[in-house]
């Protein structure tokens, strides 16, 4: 009976490599940490040589903890714009809260190492680095965030349903 068990993961994959294929791109494994997204960012952007200023000596070598802190002190900076982006999945507790309070609440929140970003935290980067970014799934359009605000090259990041267990997960792409 197992053999009849579709294997979601693959048959995801095929499909996400599909769309990949013709654009001269491959999945870049990111491992399973609930940082993945911040991972697959992070290695968009040392793939792409793109700096992005962290008062520290070396802009190139940014790793989750950091773009993470980053994107939250965005966010924080910028709560106006964020506010009405931020909905009931995103915040735990604090639901009855509005404006800058309830912006407080997602980064709390967001601070904790391993807590999954999602598309809130997708525009905060691409505004922190003037670009776009591009998400390919299996199923959906591609997304890119930040395409009317900046014309150049997306980084671009792919989300799975199925390739792990626990859930929704973000690789990063290479060029073939």
Request: hydrophobic letters at 35%.
């Amino acid at each position: 009976e197992a053999k009849n068990i579709p294997d979601y993961k693959q048959i995801e994959l095929e499909q996400v490599n599909s769309k990949l294929k013709p654009q001269n791109l491959e999945v870049w494994p990111i491992a399973s940490s609930g940082d993945c997204l911040f991972e697959a960012l992070c290695h968009q952007l040392q793939t792409n040589n793109i700096a992005i200023s962290t008062n520290s000596q070396d802009e190139n070598e940014i790793n989750h903890k950091t773009l993470r802190k980053l994107v939250i002190d965005h966010i924080r900076n910028q709560w106006e714009f964020y506010q009405n982006y931020i909905t009931e999945e995103d915040v735990d507790e604090g639901k009855d809260k509005l404006g800058q309070e309830l912006v407080e609440v997602y980064c709390q929140k967001m601070s904790a190492l391993g807590q999954w970003g999602g598309h809130i935290d997708i525009v905060a980067v691409s505004k922190l680095v003037s670009r776009p970014v591009k998400v390919i799934s299996a199923k959906d359009d591609d997304r890119i965030i930040g395409e009317e605000e900046f014309k150049t090259e997306p980084l671009v990041v792919t989300y799975h349903q199925h390739y792990y267990t626990l859930g929704a997960h973000y690789n990063s792409v290479v060029k073939i």
